[in-house]
């Protein structure tokens, strides 16, 4: 397995662009009714092409969500491409934003322009949710922090997400 795209603090093998992560940063809540939080990747986008089987997401648990969360690709229509595992929320730390890794169980994606790689949580309130770590300054041509709050992709290209994406 080799890492292609690393947006904190580790070595990149693919000329894929690397980024300091500050842990200052804020976390996000993803919670209630398919909530997502994750990233668009588009035109310049270095990894554009690329396999991916996996994904890291830096989170951590507020209150006491309950359930399964999962990491999936979605195409630029809203078709989901792939399910790249799950997590038992209430594993999830509560004390600070800790590194989860998605394996996929059933293959593996080459990234499209416009897919959306993001985290989905199926449970929670305002009180009660998995926070996702995102930078408010986009460093990365071609990313954009989404989100999906209400039956439709919301993108913020001032914000990027901390992520790994792995072949």
Same mark, same amino acid.
């Given at each position: 397995?080799s890492?292609?795209?690393i947006?904190?603090?580790?070595?990149?093998?693919?000329g894929?662009? +690397?980024?300091?992560?500050?842990?200052?940063q804020?976390?996000y809540? %993803?919670?209630?009714?398919g909530?997502?939080?994750?990233? +668009?990747? #588009?035109? !310049?986008?270095?990894c554009l092409?690329?396999t991916?089987?996996?994904v890291?997401?830096?989170l951590?648990?507020?209150?006491?969500?309950t =359930?399964?969360a999962? %990491?999936?690709?979605?195409?630029?229509s809203?078709?989901e491409?792939? #399910?790249? !595992?799950?997590?038992?929320?209430?594993?999830?730390?509560?004390s600070?934003q800790t590194?989860?890794?998605f394996?996929?169980?059933s =293959?593996?994606h080459?990234?499209?322009?416009n897919?959306?790689?993001a985290? +989905?949580?199926?449970? =929670?309130?305002? #009180?009660?949710?998995? !926070?996702?770590a995102? +930078?408010n300054?986009?460093?990365?041509? =071609?990313?954009?922090?989404?989100?999906?709050?209400s039956?439709?992709w919301?993108t913020?290209?001032?914000?990027?997400?901390?992520?790994?994406?792995? #072949?």
């Amino acid at each position: 397995m080799s890492n292609f795209l690393i947006n904190s603090y580790t070595a990149v093998e693919s000329g894929c662009k +690397q980024l300091t992560w500050d842990e200052n940063q804020p976390v996000y809540p %993803a919670y209630g009714g398919g909530s997502r939080r994750g990233l +668009q990747f #588009s035109t !310049g986008f270095e990894c554009l092409q690329e396999t991916v089987s996996n994904v890291t997401f830096l989170l951590k648990k507020t209150g006491s969500p309950t =359930g399964t969360a999962y %990491a999936k690709v979605w195409n630029s229509s809203n078709v989901e491409q792939i #399910s790249l !595992g799950s997590i038992d929320i209430s594993t999830i730390d509560s004390s600070t934003q800790t590194e989860y890794t998605f394996d996929s169980p059933s =293959g593996a994606h080459t990234l499209a322009n416009n897919d959306f790689v993001a985290f +989905q949580s199926e449970n =929670g309130d305002a #009180s009660n949710y998995i !926070g996702f770590a995102v +930078q408010n300054s986009l460093t990365v041509t =071609g990313e954009a922090q989404a989100d999906y709050p209400s039956n439709s992709w919301r993108t913020t290209s001032t914000r990027n997400a901390y992520f790994k994406l792995n #072949s």
